[in-house]
């Protein structure tokens, strides 16, 4: 059994398969999931487990050199604006685009971990840095 890292095999399994600048996203449970990209449904109810939790528990075991919000995010959930300025905190580089644009790089992501929260524009891309 696994004593440290991600418990969660498939994240564990894509986590040791990301190289630099491969992405994958955090959402929440209304984002559309594109065809053909990997989706890890983690969803038991309604704002279970929440965005914010998925995420932590995932940049502890991930190497993330940049994130990018949905910019209705600033006005629409400022919970997630906090989130990503603490990102900024800690050397993260963050972008905010339009939430259509956001949709449409949802395409090129590796995985989407679709998590339980029902606030809007809780959505992240993270694009993997290395660690050396």
């Given at each position: 059994?696994?004593?440290?890292?991600?418990?969660?095999?498939?994240?564990?399994?894509?986590?040791?398969?990301?190289?630099?600048?491969?992405?994958?996203?955090?959402?929440?449970?209304?984002?559309?999931?594109?065809?053909?990209?990997?989706?890890?449904?983690?969803?038991?109810?309604?704002?279970e487990?929440?965005?914010?939790?998925?995420?932590?528990?995932?940049?502890?075991?991930?190497?993330?050199?940049?994130?990018?919000?949905?910019?209705?995010?600033?006005?629409?959930?400022?919970?997630?604006?906090?989130?990503?300025?603490?990102?900024?905190?800690?050397?993260?580089?963050?972008?905010?685009?339009?939430?259509?644009?956001?949709?449409?790089?949802?395409?090129?992501?590796?995985?989407?971990i679709?998590t339980?929260?029902?606030?809007?524009?809780?959505?992240?891309?993270?694009?993997?840095?290395?660690?050396?």
């Amino acid at each position: 059994m696994k004593k440290l890292g991600h418990l969660n095999r498939d994240i564990a399994r894509v986590l040791a398969g990301m190289g630099h600048t491969d992405s994958l996203v955090i959402a929440d449970c209304g984002l559309p999931i594109p065809p053909g990209v990997e989706c890890i449904d983690l969803a038991l109810a309604l704002g279970e487990p929440g965005f914010a939790r998925v995420l932590d528990t995932v940049l502890a075991d991930f190497q993330c050199e940049r994130a990018v919000f949905a910019d209705e995010c600033r006005s629409h959930n400022p919970a997630v604006l906090d989130i990503a300025a603490g990102l900024m905190q800690h050397g993260v580089a963050v972008d905010f685009v339009s939430h259509a644009q956001f949709k449409q790089r949802c395409q090129e992501a590796k995985v989407i971990i679709r998590t339980g929260e029902c606030t809007p524009y809780a959505n992240v891309i993270l694009h993997s840095g290395v660690i050396f």
